[in-house]
């Protein structure tokens, strides 16, 4: 009788376990769920890097060193043409051709990065004195120029990484920048009172990118071209540029609706309120980050083996839905206490504002992942479409809308956007994607 009880009692726990273990030796899941932690590994040691950043250094060094750091993503993100989508679809089915396709897509970016910084640090006499004064002497320009060529293949190489499903790298090297950072910003507080945030920041890129792209051409696209293609396809200068002018023109109405929100709110009901909006939207965006994050490890597998796309987004939604909707919930209670951190003014005008924009996030995991699925089939028009039915109506509506409702109508408009395309998408273009296997555009 006791060997049956344990047995009883030991059975189903050992299965549950080994169906965990199944589940996270998935490449989708684990690949989905490592990028998801680095994300929340970047947004937490991120929060703690500007929090000690305010307390050792002054306010006015503390902005103009973000504003260094920031325009330098903007420049990033400008240069890099979002390759970061084009090497996360193509490199699982390079086979041979991967490493050119990486080396390719690093020196246009790079090229262009270089050149873009260089017309921006010679030209802030005219739109920033204030940051021409901390990147004085041709020195520190420089430093601003290679740091913002260094960035996007830091950038670039995470895509990289998710493509040849390696996720896990990224959490890893993600993590230690940005403990480096940390220590970094620490150590300089006294020698680099002026530039130390800018430094710490830019310092540990060179041995980050140089390590990592030492494993990922030395070891991981070797091995990747080693190994049979289920799918191959052929990567081509046309297929990529017709594939990244779209992919480009879905993440620029993305960045400028983002962008643009707390502008608009700024010109409507002032610059309290567009405070109010960034702040919430900033904390609401990570959940946003976790949908995108699961399709790309889904356009990796996806890619990787077309015949089992509508398997692989099913899961990709039931995924996302695991870490989305319980943060959302968690956000919708405690939006108060989270905004507090802020300050109380924070807490008092944004806290409908901050639990609408989580709820948002539940319908947002249905247009991310389609937008993922459609770039494996390379349906460049419906990834567009998808993207502008998702976005343009938040940016065209927001003015009127905030007028009449106050900054709680910004999460009204998102969640009713977000709401409508994910109820058209089930009803209408998942079913059959869901029904059979889906087969690549020509």
């Known amino acids: 009788m006791t060997t049956d009880t344990v047995t009883n009692v030991v059975t189903p726990r050992s299965e549950r376990q080994q169906r965990l273990l199944a589940h996270l030796r998935s490449p989708l899941h684990r690949n989905g769920y490592a990028l998801v932690a680095s994300t929340f590994s ?41 390759f970061t989508d084009v090497l996360n679809r193509f490199v699982p089915v390079s086979g041979r051709a991967g490493a050119r396709l990486v080396l390719v897509s690093y020196a246009i970016a790079v090229g262009l990065g270089g050149v873009s910084a ?30 913002t ?49 800018f430094l710490s920041w830019t310092a540990p890129l060179l041995l980050v990118v140089l390590t990592v792209n030492w494993v990922v051409f030395r070891k991981l696209l070797p091995h990747h071209a080693a190994q049979p293609v289920a799918a ?13 002018l779209a992919d480009y023109v879905a993440a620029l109405l993305w960045t400028a609706t983002i962008g643009l929100m707390p502008l608009l709110v700024l010109n409507t ?15 609401a965006y990570t959940l946003y980050l976790v949908s995108r994050n699961m399709g790309m490890s889904l356009t990796t597998e996806g890619a990787t083996d077309p015949a089992r796309l509508a398997e692989h987004t099913r899961a990709t939604l039931v995924g996302a839905g695991r870490i989305v909707i319980p943060g959302a919930l968690l956000l919708v209670v405690g939006a108060p206490w989270f905004l507090q951190i802020f300050g109380a003014e924070y807490a008092s005008h944004a806290t409908n504002l ?40 938040v940016l065209v509506l927001a003015a009127p809308v905030v007028n009449m409702m106050g900054i709680a109508g910004v999460g009204v408009l998102w969640l009713v956007v977000q709401s409508a395309v994910a109820v058209v998408l089930l009803a209408g273009e998942l079913r059959p994607h869901w029904a059979r296997p889906a087969v690549a555009a020509t």
């Open 42 to 82: 970047t947004a937490g040691l991120g929060a703690l890097y500007w929090a000690i950043a305010a307390h050792r250094y002054s306010s006015h060094e503390v902005g103009i060193n973000a504003s260094l750091v920031t325009t330098m993503m903007v420049l990033t993100n400008l240069s890099s043409l979002n």
């Open 118 to 147: 260089t017309v921006f640090v010679f030209g802030l006499r005219i739109w920033s004195p204030w940051l021409r004064e901390t990147l004085h002497g041709p020195l520190l320009l420089a430093v601003y120029v290679l740091a």
């Open 149 to 197: 060529m260094f960035w996007i293949v830091f950038v670039l190489q995470d895509a990289v990484l998710v493509g040849l499903r390696r996720a896990t790298y990224v959490l890893v090297e993600n993590t230690g920048f940005g403990i480096v950072k940390i220590v970094l910003l620490v150590a300089l507080a006294g020698a680099f009172p002026h530039t130390g945030i």
């Open 232 to 244: 191959p396809e052929p990567i081509n200068r046309r297929h990529v540029s017709r594939f990244l």
């Open 269 to 283: 009901d002032g610059a309290s309120a567009s405070a109010y909006v960034y702040l919430s939207w900033t904390i």
């Open 354 to 393: 901050l639990r609408l924009l989580a709820l948002s996030t539940i319908p947002a995991i249905v247009p991310a992942t389609f937008v993922s699925a459609a770039r494996v089939q390379r349906r460049l028009t419906a990834m567009v479409v998808v993207t502008a039915a998702s976005t343009v109506p």
